[in-house]
């Protein structure tokens, strides 16, 4: 079993940043995939970005490329969100994920493991 938590999230203005932390504990976080998620009112739960074990070449939406950055420290358990140039429409709860394997599709039904999410909301 592990056990995420988010951590960051709040209410930002319109261009600014924030950085969503996710800390793993209860089994060796090295060989787990991350992935993060969000989910606004009356939408399906959506990928944002991914990365790997190694934590190279990580993976991001569309939506997101060029303004949101996926990092991770093994050392601490520990896979961060940091988020740039914000917009109102990336106002949702952001859930990290896990899942003990090498990834070729990041969906949410392919993560065994949760956050609880934290709230981002950006106001314009």
């Known amino acids: 079993q592990v056990q995420l938590v988010e951590s960051g999230g709040g209410l930002v203005q319109a261009g600014g940043s924030l950085r969503l932390s996710c800390a793993a504990s209860?089994?060796?976080?090295?060989?787990?995939?991350m992935g993060w998620f969000r989910q606004a009112p009356g939408k399906e739960r959506e990928f944002v970005g991914g990365i790997g074990r190694s934590g190279s070449s990580p993976y991001y939406a569309d939506s997101v490329k060029g303004r949101f950055t996926i990092s991770r420290d093994n050392a601490k358990n520990t896979v961060y969100l940091q988020m740039n140039n914000l917009k109102p429409e990336d106002t949702a709860v952001y859930y990290c994920a896990g899942r003990d394997a090498i990834l070729l599709t990041w969906v949410p039904n392919v993560f065994d493991y949760w956050g609880q999410g934290t709230q981002v909301t950006v106001s314009s």
């Open positions: 209860g089994r060796a976080f090295s060989p787990y995939s």
